[in-house]
């Protein structure tokens, strides 16, 4: 106390001044900041890493709350706020919610956030702050991201209680913790969970989750979507069961199971679809939600505008499932396939699609040329930026096997580039 008593006008201003610089910096050390948050969160409350989708709820939420601390340094004044949680970190209360986690582990997760942050942020302050001005800018610093985090706590555990009261209270709260064991392997009674949730759980299964993609807030799109797929679907049963951002859904029936006109219906704006292969019994309700979370996970990360308006199916997205579940092996293999046109840059794309469409057209530059609508010279020009990695492609009746195989790595590399993006991973 007696520190800021001491302090004068212009002192108060070198602090608003300090924390503007500290929060000044590009969006490169917010990713950075995010990152490091993150591998605290998993080694700290695992149970938010154990599921695709609520993995990237959490990442979402993290990089929002970063944002918004980083603001909340930048101003001179902060503000009241009655928006203190985010819309990414609401999301994620619905997740945790939907998920059967417990209200401790998300307080948990925001406290250990909380440690690292201010830790981070206060090297950055020591940097530039004048030794004079350092204890009270420390508690400045100190204040804005303790009363940011204690607001949000405050209105999490307010909002986590309500909605778990009625999500208790009501039928659909009961059919998703019904859900949720089925999904989890505890022991139940199958006939009677049949009943209860009026699907027929030993019949052939279609899982399918739907998500909002973008600011795109709007509630009743995801239920509207899931309609119309049920409604070109009309033999099988529907069961859901969702949050205001992601509906779990699975089309059931005993008997015959065909989905292929739900194929052909465009998404609407801003909702994303993904869906599972065909299972059958308890264990395949259980595995087409495993393979439509994955789905899912795959479109979320490939590039912006990639396959949009339709339904992300299984099959298409398997060989990359498999890859997926290893990012950083996935990355070094791309790396060690593809070498310099595994660069996240302009030119190693081009180069990519070039040899892509070359290989797949059967090493003809004049089919290529016709699938990427350029001149056929053009492709010969593109391809000898690559005439090294071809050269390792090219027949040789005496090592045919090796080189069968590195046709298939770099192959394979080009459609994992493709898809997945690059990098593959931030370290990528």
């Not at 006008?9 to 300090?18: F, G, K, M, N, W």
């Not at 979402?60 to 902060?78: K, S």
């Not at 299984?314 to 060690?336: I, K, N, S, Y």
């Amino acid at each position: 106390m007696a520190i800021l008593l001491r302090m004068t006008a212009a002192d108060v201003t070198a602090i608003d001044a300090l924390l503007r610089r500290v929060a000044a910096d590009n969006g490169a050390a917010l990713t950075e900041l995010t990152g490091l948050i993150l591998e605290r969160l998993r080694e700290a409350v695992p149970e938010f890493f154990a599921d695709e989708d609520v993995a990237f709820d959490m990442a979402a939420a993290v990089a929002a709350n970063v944002r918004r601390v980083h603001r909340l340094l930048a101003e001179d004044a902060p503000r009241a706020r009655s928006d203190v949680v985010a819309a990414e970190a609401g999301d994620l209360l619905q997740t945790t919610l939907q998920h059967g986690i417990p209200l401790i582990s998300l307080l948990e997760a925001y406290r250990s956030a909380q440690s690292l942050a201010t830790d981070w942020w206060q090297r950055r302050l020591e940097r530039d702050a004048p030794p004079r001005l350092l204890p009270a800018a420390t508690r400045a610093l100190h204040q804005r991201i303790v009363a940011y985090i204690d607001a949000a706590s405050v209105e999490i555990r307010t909002s986590y209680e309500l909605e778990r009261r009625a999500l208790e209270s009501s039928p659909d709260g009961r059919r998703a913790h019904l859900v949720r064991k089925l999904l989890s392997g505890e022991p139940l009674d199958v006939d009677a969970a049949a009943r209860t949730l009026n699907h027929p759980l030993t019949g052939r299964h279609v899982a399918l989750v739907l998500w909002r993609e973008g600011d795109d807030r709007d509630d009743e799109a995801l239920e509207t979507t899931l309609a119309a797929i049920h409604a070109a679907v009309p033999a099988a049963r529907l069961l859901s069961t969702s949050a205001r951002h992601r509906v779990y859904a699975w089309l059931s029936t005993h008997g015959a199971l065909d989905v292929r006109p739900a194929l052909a219906l465009p998404t609407a704006p801003g909702v994303r679809v993904a869906m599972s292969g065909l299972h059958a019994g308890v264990d395949g309700f259980v595995r087409a939600h495993v393979e439509a979370t994955q789905t899912a996970a795959i479109v979320r990360d490939r590039p912006a505008g990639a396959g949009q308006g339709r339904i992300a199916v299984f099959e298409r997205f398997e060989l990359l499932a498999f890859f997926a579940r290893e990012r950083e092996d996935t990355a070094r293999f791309v790396q060690r396939a593809l070498g310099p046109l595994a660069a996240d840059t302009p030119q190693a794309a081009r180069a990519r699609e070039t040899l892509w469409a070359y290989l797949a057209a059967g090493a003809s530059a004049t089919r290529a040329a016709r699938r990427l609508g350029v001149h056929r010279n053009t492709v010969g020009y593109r391809l000898q930026a690559v005439a090294d990695l071809l050269a390792g492609l090219q027949d040789d009746d005496a090592n045919w096997q090796a080189r069968a195989t590195r046709r298939l790595e770099v192959e394979l590399a080009l459609l994992l580039a493709h898809e997945l993006g690059t990098p593959l991973t931030d370290g990528a």
